[in-house]
């Protein structure tokens, strides 16, 4: 009985630690996510398996396996319950944070299409898009960049969002355009969002990977990062690295490192595809669907300053091993499509990078 009660214990007392230090440092937030975080839905945490290759191409509904009252605890047993609860909590603190001083939407962007749907609030640190049954909207970057890391806060949209997708993306210009994307595909009311990924090169994607996340992404904001160096491009989470794309140029698979790119977001109907293929459609009677923005932060590589007022180095050539521990924990439990384990798709042998 101890030894089933211990770990909670240890939840509960992390839980108070991290309420003091939330109020320790909500004068001066610090400028990055920092390294652990447990939002609330934690306390019954959601847990999914990669889907097998017959399953992938489907998006998941309420029926599958995943649901957001799984817990680590119960998947993982006793012995588990420490490691998970360590990975948890190295997940979590990074709900807390927000930038010492970020970018200003009106300095740093345009409101590019929707007309009034997208707009700038608070002297240019919130904006939001809208959708209705007319339109969409979006926003770009004014600057183009080549190397660096982008940080933005999102708020998705709550409530029924099933076929609205909100993108936010890096890509440049032209059929041979470089491109890598987050796209959040929206769900009927209590089934999870489904965070899909691409990169594109020349103007070939196909490089698809898509997980759920270990919160509900419309009830707070949460941070979304893009790490693109030479070697290698970085997706994260509250600073919790998702997947990584390595440069395999070597193995003769190009890699976006010529294009300069710009920031782009929009939110749009895509109700043909985006839930369960297609086969849920947008609920008009709920619009408008609202998506939030803030705290956008670029560390340019030329010049490796940033909005923020101090920045820890995004230079380094790897993933330290917390952070591949959080990656690793991440694409096992909440990874539900990987093209590069698609047999289905690729019968006659995966994608070079796929070995890399």
Same mark, same amino acid.
């Given at each position: 009985?101890?030894?089933?009660?211990?770990?909670?214990?240890?939840?509960?007392?992390?839980?108070?630690?991290?309420?003091?230090?939330?109020?320790?440092?909500?004068?001066?937030?610090?400028?990055?996510?920092?390294?652990?975080?447990?939002?609330?839905?934690?306390?019954?945490?959601?847990?999914?398996?990669?889907?097998?290759?017959?399953?992938?191409?489907?998006?998941?509904?309420?029926?599958?396996?995943?649901?957001?009252?799984?817990?680590?605890?119960?998947?993982?047993?006793?012995?588990?319950?420490?490691?998970?609860?360590?990975?948890?909590?190295?997940?979590?603190?990074?709900?807390?944070?927000?930038?010492?001083?970020?970018?200003?939407?009106?300095?740093?962007?345009?409101?590019?299409?929707?007309?009034?749907?997208?707009?700038?609030?608070?002297?240019?640190?919130?904006?939001?898009?809208?959708?209705?049954?007319?339109?969409?909207?979006?926003?770009?970057?004014?600057?183009?960049?080549?190397?660096? *890391?982008?940080?933005? +806060?999102?708020?998705?949209?709550?409530?029924?969002?099933?076929?609205?997708?909100?993108?936010?993306?890096?890509?440049?210009?032209?059929?041979?355009?470089?491109?890598?994307?987050?796209?959040?595909?929206?769900?009927?009311?209590?089934?999870?969002?489904?965070?899909?990924?691409?990169?594109?090169? +020349?103007?070939?994607?196909?490089?698809?990977?898509?997980?759920?996340?270990?919160?509900?992404?419309?009830?707070?904001?949460?941070?979304?990062?893009?790490?693109?160096?030479?070697?290698?491009?970085?997706?994260?989470?509250?600073?919790?690295?998702?997947?990584?794309?390595?440069?395999?140029?070597?193995?003769?698979?190009?890699?976006?490192?010529?294009?300069?790119?710009?920031?782009?977001?929009?939110?749009?109907?895509?109700?043909?595809?985006?839930?369960?293929?297609?086969?849920?459609?947008?609920?008009?009677?709920?619009?408008?669907?609202?998506?939030?923005?803030?705290?956008?932060?670029?560390?340019?590589?030329?010049?490796?300053?940033?909005?923020?007022?101090?920045?820890?180095?995004?230079?380094?050539?790897?993933?330290?091993?917390?952070?591949?521990? *959080?990656?690793?924990?991440?694409?096992?439990?909440?990874?539900?499509?990987?093209?590069?384990?698609?047999?289905?798709?690729?019968?006659?042998?995966?994608?070079?990078?796929?070995?890399?």
């Amino acid at each position: 009985m101890l030894k089933q009660k211990f770990p909670a214990c240890i939840f509960v007392l992390s839980w108070l630690l991290l309420w003091l230090l939330q109020l320790f440092i909500a004068h001066k937030p610090p400028p990055y996510p920092l390294l652990l975080s447990i939002p609330p839905s934690y306390i019954n945490p959601p847990l999914s398996k990669t889907l097998s290759p017959s399953q992938q191409s489907q998006t998941p509904s309420s029926s599958s396996s995943f649901s957001f009252s799984v817990s680590c605890f119960k998947k993982m047993g006793i012995s588990g319950n420490v490691s998970c609860l360590v990975l948890l909590v190295g997940l979590a603190l990074s709900s807390l944070i927000v930038g010492s001083y970020a970018g200003n939407f009106y300095q740093d962007f345009d409101l590019t299409w929707g007309g009034h749907r997208p707009k700038i609030f608070k002297g240019g640190q919130l904006l939001s898009l809208s959708l209705d049954k007319v339109s969409g909207s979006g926003f770009q970057s004014k600057k183009e960049y080549l190397f660096g *890391r982008i940080d933005m +806060q999102l708020k998705l949209v709550a409530g029924n969002s099933a076929g609205t997708v909100t993108a936010y993306y890096l890509s440049s210009q032209g059929p041979a355009h470089d491109e890598i994307d987050f796209e959040f595909l929206g769900n009927v009311s209590g089934d999870p969002y489904v965070l899909h990924t691409n990169i594109f090169t +020349q103007g070939k994607g196909n490089r698809e990977q898509q997980f759920y996340l270990w919160f509900d992404p419309s009830k707070n904001f949460h941070t979304y990062s893009i790490i693109w160096k030479p070697q290698h491009i970085i997706f994260l989470v509250d600073n919790t690295p998702i997947r990584v794309f390595k440069n395999a140029e070597s193995l003769g698979v190009p890699f976006p490192k010529n294009q300069a790119m710009r920031i782009y977001s929009s939110l749009w109907n895509a109700d043909d595809w985006a839930t369960r293929g297609g086969l849920v459609k947008t609920d008009w009677s709920k619009a408008p669907f609202t998506a939030y923005y803030r705290n956008f932060n670029v560390i340019d590589a030329k010049s490796s300053k940033s909005f923020s007022d101090s920045q820890p180095s995004w230079q380094t050539n790897a993933l330290d091993a917390p952070s591949r521990r *959080r990656l690793r924990w991440v694409q096992k439990y909440f990874m539900i499509y990987n093209y590069c384990t698609d047999l289905k798709r690729f019968p006659r042998g995966f994608p070079a990078e796929c070995r890399n």
